[in-house]
C-alpha cells in the first residue's frame, strides 16, 4: 500500500469511528429523554417509560436483590451515568 491508500483508509476508520460514537450517544440520551416522557406518555407507541415513576419501577424489578431503599438511587444514578455518557461520546 502506498502513504495515499493508507492516508484513505485511515479517514474511513476515523468515520466509522465517529458514527459508531455519534449513534451510541444518541442511544442514550433518547432513552434518558424517554425516561422524563420526551417522546410521548407511558403507553404511546415506541415508549417504553413515558416518565420517571416507571423508570423507577423498572429499576426495582431489575435491583430486587437489592433493599428497595436503594431503587430510587439507583434510577438517578443510571439517568446520570447515561446521560454524562452520551454528551462525552457525542
Known sequence: MNSKTTHIAGNGTEIVRLFARFA???SFLSAVADRFGLWGPHGA???SWGNFAHFVE????????????????FAWASTVAETLLGILLI
Open 24 to 26: 451510541l450517544g444518541a
Open 58 to 73: 423498572y429499576t426495582g424489578a431489575v435491583t430486587s436483590r437489592f433493599p428497595g431503599s436503594f431503587t430510587m438511587s
Open 45 to 47: 407507541k415506541g415508549v
